[in-house]
């Protein structure tokens, strides 16, 4: 009885643990280091949430830059059809090179070289099941993004929705309230 117990427990913390490296990898089969001394923005997002997406996003990044944060999208695509999931990952790698390219911009635009490892800073998860959406409240075909902040150790401290959380996150990352598409929420 001692030794279920005991493995009961054992399970229960082994679910607690933040996700590590090993158990999530991107769309071109790199391993994210969530959980490795740096914070993490994760943005659960899908196709119908794209552009609202792209045109909060990098000021938001660019207002967290002394943080030096994972970035971590998880494309939902649960409202893909199966016979189009690998098409969806080809345009998610696509959008990968267009991200680092529109980011740069933004670097651009403020006078700044763009930081040498922002390739190594952006990973595009494509969730084909939707399970990470679902655990954070998300429906099939939601219409917002959701944002969360993980810290250094790999241990959730923000979420919310964005960009209308955006404040919040800044703060959870250590910096001062950002400013994100005219609004300071």
Do not use: W
Not at 106 to 118: D, I, K, L, N, V
Not at 124 to 139: R, T
Not at 147 to 157: I, K, M, R, S, T
């Amino acid at each position: 009885m001692r030794k279920i117990a005991a493995l009961a427990c054992l399970l229960g913390l082994l679910g607690a643990l933040p996700a590590t490296a090993a158990e999530l990898k991107d769309v071109f089969g790199r391993e994210v280091p969530i959980g490795q001394g740096r914070p993490t923005l994760v943005l659960y997002a899908n196709r119908g949430t794209r552009d609202e997406l792209r045109q909060n996003v990098y000021k938001f990044i660019y207002g967290v830059r002394e943080q030096r944060p994972i970035v971590v999208v998880r494309v939902d695509l649960r409202d893909v059809p199966g016979l189009f999931k690998g098409m969806a990952k080809g345009e998610i790698k696509k959008s990968h090179q267009e991200s680092l390219d529109l980011m740069s911009k933004e670097f651009r635009e403020h006078g700044q070289a763009a930081p040498a490892e922002m390739d190594a800073s952006l990973f595009m998860v494509a969730d084909s099941k939707g399970e990470p959406h679902q655990s954070v409240g998300l429906k099939k075909g939601f219409d917002q993004v959701v944002a969360a902040v993980l810290n250094p150790a790999g241990q959730e401290v923000a979420r919310g929705p964005f960009p209308d959380s955006a404040r919040k996150l800044s703060q959870a990352m250590g910096n001062p309230p950002a400013r994100v598409a005219g609004r300071t929420p």
